[in-house]
């Protein structure tokens, strides 16, 4: 029964991540970076300046703008970009990487547009916090009639959460402890609890976390990273030469390397990019939409820097240092691959102990991140209380996750992000003028 659904499973997989999907993906995002003038690189300086600017007087908000963006990157910045990452290397060879790039790089004006709706549309529920993202601006900004597919994202949404954000985390992380003898179980055990303790506070708790840990992090992987790259310099144009030809032309099997086709880095780079960055998806704006600001615009700066942080600097850390230590040939996949990379030059405590601690960290802060999409998205659908039952669902299937098999979680979890991006999708499409109309208004009045 069990080899029936996952087959099963694959099938839908298929074709959901098909060619219909990816062209979703790619046409959204040229549709927003050509209605706001390439914004992710014409203003890449005014976002960096944003982001980064001291703010005095703030409007209506939960959270600071900087909290709002860390909770999101915690969403973000999770296991996909190391065992994700990887995966996509070992299934779709190195042109993989160019896809996620594209991802990446259309990504940041997809994810601005949710963010900036996600803000425009924000409603404050009764005794809760403010509450947004697609299924708000879906309802709000379409109108009755499409009140449906509001419906549907907030069920995939609280559904996909179990997928993206809690299985595959813990899954990830125990397959790491498991190297140091530590048992899953033990894992899922440990994680239910550190979990715990913190969804019971809320978002505000989630993000006082959140904004220590996801900087913390970022700059402790990426420094390892970059000293295994610059170590291996001297591989760089071969690496890069490799990303572009595998990119469009099939790559023969090499070492425990199978070989892939184009399809097969074009469906694993997309996919682990979107996995990955979220873009088009409509989780994150599920968090921004809690920020302190003053316009959307100005919190929609802090959508792209999130996806260039993620996707252009973290994931491509940890697929240069794959690929200049030559590992991704040895056959292995997922957290392993990375760890391999760490240990080519770190030595094989030192290097997977930097590996499974940076796991450990986002994996834990994606945990928490998608448990606050997860229950607000059930808090559209049934109310504010419904926020309590869910924080208290969320964490049994943890332990799930710590104890199940990698492929079989990361196939359901794909298979439900996908079925999440549609409706999402097409709400960004219809509501293209307003968020063109906004970014005119901004640069106009706001200088």
Partial sequence: MMDLLIELNSKINRIIWGPFLLF???????????????IQFKKFKRMLKEVFRKRKNELEGDITPLQAVSVALAGTVGVGNIAGVATAVSLGGPGAIFWMWISGFLGMATKYAEVVLGIKYRIRQIRGPLLGGPMVYIRRGLGKKFNFL??????????????????????????????????RFFTGLLLIL?????????????????????????????????VIILLNFSHLPQVFGLIFKGAFTPLAASGGFLGAGVKQAVRWGMARGVFSNEAGLGSAPIAHATAKTDHPVRQGFYGIFEVFIDTIVICSATALAILVTDVWKTGSTGAILTMLAFQNVFGKVFGF???????????????????????????YLFGPKARNIYRLLWLPPILIGAMGKLEIIWNLADTLNGLMAIPNLIALFLLGKVVFNLTKEFFKNYT
């Fill in 24 to 38: 979703l993906l790619i046409g959204i995002g040229l549709y927003y970076s050509i209605g706001t003038g390439f």
């Fill in 150 to 183: 509001a419906i549907t994202f907030a069920l995939l949404g609280a559904l996909a959460a179990f997928g993206i954000g809690n299985m595959t985390q813990a899954n990830s992380v125990a397959i790491g402890l498991s190297e140091f003898g530590i048992s």
């Fill in 194 to 226: 550190s979990v715990g303790l913190v969804t019971i506070g809320g978002l505000k708790r989630i993000a006082q976390v959140a904004i220590f840990c996801v900087p913390f992090m970022c700059i402790l992987y990426f420094l390892g990273a970059m």
């Fill in 353 to 379: 102990s930097l590996v499974v601690f940076s796991m450990v960290l986002t994996a834990y802060d994606t945990i928490l991140a998608w448990g606050f999409y997860g229950e607000t998205c059930s808090a």
